[in-house]
């Protein structure tokens, strides 16, 4: 009975998650939109507040279905899927850090918009790891 609803809250911030990122590209798609004061201080308190958080809570939400059927741990798209996840975390603080460097004024926006994409690739990559289970 909990594993569904594990599953569903998962899916959840999965998504939310997803969206913070493909807002955040649309908000960042001319360069020029950082060198804005309120676009700067929006961004940064998507990336740190928002996306940190529904982060670390898809993170709790997959440990618990894995300490509650750890039969998953038979599938070789699960071990795949748990390392994208955690490059795309550790990429999302990297934009995190960049975002707070830009609003400082010691580093250019396009390199930062440049890492959102990867982390938009990675999210989009775990997602059909997930659907199509390849192995």
Do not use: C
């Amino acid at each position: 009975m909990i594993f569904p609803i594990l599953k569903s809250i998962h899916i959840l911030f999965i998504a939310t998650w997803f969206g913070l990122v493909v807002t955040l590209e649309f908000m960042w798609k001319k360069s020029d939109y950082l060198k804005e004061k309120p676009i700067q201080q929006l961004s940064l308190f998507l990336v740190k507040r928002l996306e940190f958080i529904v982060g670390l809570f898809v993170l709790i939400t997959g440990l618990l279905m894995i300490f509650y059927d750890p039969s998953f741990f038979k599938f070789g798209w699960l071990h795949v899927k748990i390392t994208i996840w955690v490059i795309v975390f550790g990429m999302g603080h990297m934009v995190r850090s960049r975002l707070e460097k830009i609003q400082a004024g010691t580093d250019h926006a396009k390199a930062l918009v440049n890492l959102n994409r990867i982390v938009l690739f990675g999210l989009i990559l775990a997602i059909f790891m997930v659907e199509l289970k390849p192995f």
